[in-house]
Nanobody, 122 residues
Framework: QVQLVESGGGLVQAGGSLRLSCAAS????????MGWFRQSPGKEREFVAA????????DYAESVKGRFTISRDNAKNTLYLQMNSLKPEDTAVYHC??????WGIGAKYDYWGQGTQVTVSS
C-alpha cells in the first residue's frame, strides 16, 4: 500500500501560479504510475495529468496542456504539479493518485489522497 498526502493548494489570482506536492509513504514510490485528478462542486472528477514510474513520459488533459507540468522525484517520494497561468475554471480539489499497474487517463488508480483545495479568483 501507499499513503498519499497533498499540499500546496491555496487562493491565487487568475494568471498566477501554484505548485502542488504529494508526499508518498509506504510501498516503494517508484513502483507506481502517478497522476493528478481534480473535482469541483457539481462536476465529475476530471483527469489532469499523469506520469510513468520513471517520470520519462507524461500526459495531460487538453484543458491544462501548456500550463501545467507534472513531475516526480523518486528519491524524495514526491509528486509535483506546477500550475501556471491559472484560470478560475481551474478551481477544484486536486487529488494525487497512484496506480499499481499502468499509467495515464485510462489507468486504474488504486490509491487516492485526501486532496488540496485550489481556488482561482477572477
Amino acid at each position: 500500500q501507499v499513503q498519499l498526502v497533498e499540499s500546496g493548494g491555496g487562493l491565487v489570482q487568475a494568471g498566477g501560479s501554484l505548485r502542488l506536492s504529494c508526499a508518498a509513504s509506504g510501498r516503494t514510490f517508484s513502483s507506481y504510475g502517478m497522476g493528478w485528478f481534480r473535482q469541483s462542486p457539481g462536476k465529475e472528477r476530471e483527469f489532469v495529468a499523469a506520469s510513468t514510474r520513471s517520470g520519462a513520459h507524461t500526459d495531460y488533459a487538453e484543458s491544462v496542456k501548456g500550463r501545467f507540468t507534472i513531475s516526480r522525484d523518486n528519491a524524495k517520494n514526491t509528486l509535483y504539479l506546477q500550475m501556471n497561468s491559472l484560470k478560475p475554471e481551474d478551481t477544484a480539489v486536486y487529488h494525487c493518485v497512484a496506480a499499481s499497474t499502468g499509467w495515464g487517463i485510462g489507468a486504474k488508480y488504486d490509491y487516492w489522497g485526501q486532496g488540496t483545495q485550489v481556488t482561482v479568483s477572477s
